[in-house]
């Protein structure tokens, strides 16, 4: 059995122990880089004490906003400011009355009136409606319907009327302003005590029949302003 040589097996636990050396490195390596990896998943998973500590200033700008919305429906209509100003209102150059929001019109009295001045206030708007007319040659004669207020206005609008409405306009004023028709009134009077000649001077009373005259018609007015405007020459 033959020694083994020195030099060379001296060489081969040298390499051994080098070998061991690179080994041992190159795992804990690999074992760092787990570790880096980790904590970074860590890090996006768990959240930051900023984040946590943000939470509840949202909450409390929350409570802010909700508890200043409360005092805002509280408070009168005169402590909210108003963000828009109003509309200015258009001034009327038309020279009639504006019929808009007169509360003692009737319904159909203002839409009627509304749609006249309409064809003087703007005349590009205006549309011909003939429900609208009807009405303000029905009811222009009387002053419940259409206040003395608007009569130049319901004048000036059928001024504008021409053909077969016209005429009928002219028909109803000559119609309005023709003298009333005279009443009879029997009068009857008989007395016991009377003598002869009384009774007899009643009786002829009696046979004479007694003439009333009516009260001029309140229309009578308006229909003599409405013909003298229609039958003008400057209105043709």
């Known amino acids: 059995m033959t020694s083994a040589d020195p030099v060379a097996l001296k060489s081969k636990r040298k390499r051994a122990k080098e070998t061991d050396q690179v080994i041992e490195p190159t795992g804990t390596t690999g074992e760092n880089k787990a570790q880096k990896k980790s904590k970074k998943v860590k890090e996006v998973i768990e959240p930051t004490a900023d984040s946590i500590d943000a939470v509840p200033v949202k909450e409390k700008k929350s409570k802010k906003r909700k508890r200043e919305l409360a005092e805002a429906a509280d408070a009168p209509p005169e402590a909210i400011p108003n963000p828009e100003p109003p509309a200015k209102k258009r001034r009327n150059k038309t020279g009639f009355q504006d019929p808009s929001g007169d509360s003692e019109l009737t319904d159909q009295a203002q839409k009627a009136l509304e749609y006249a001045f309409m064809q003087f206030r703007k005349p590009k708007k205006w549309k ?11 009811n222009y004669w009387s002053s419940e ?4 207020a608007y009569t130049p206005l319901v004048i000036q609008y059928m001024l504008k009327m021409q053909g077969g409405a016209r005429e009928g306009l002219v028909k109803s004023c000559e119609t309005h302003l023709a003298p009333p028709k005279p009443k009879n ?8 005590s009377k003598d002869s000649t009384e009774a007899k001077s009643t009786e002829e009373k009696d046979a004479t ?3 009333v005259a009516d009260a001029p018609p309140a229309s009578a007015q308006r229909a003599r302003a409405l013909l003298d405007a229609l039958t003008s020459p400057t209105s043709s």
Not at 128 to 138: E, I, M, P
Not at 145 to 148: A, F, I, K, N
Not at 185 to 192: I, L
């Open 145 to 148: 319907q259409v206040p003395d």
């Open 209 to 211: 029949p007694i003439v």
């Open 128 to 138: 011909f409606n003939k429900a609208r007319q009807n009405w303000l040659v029905r």
């Open 185 to 192: 009134v029997d009068v009857t009077s008989t007395s016991e």
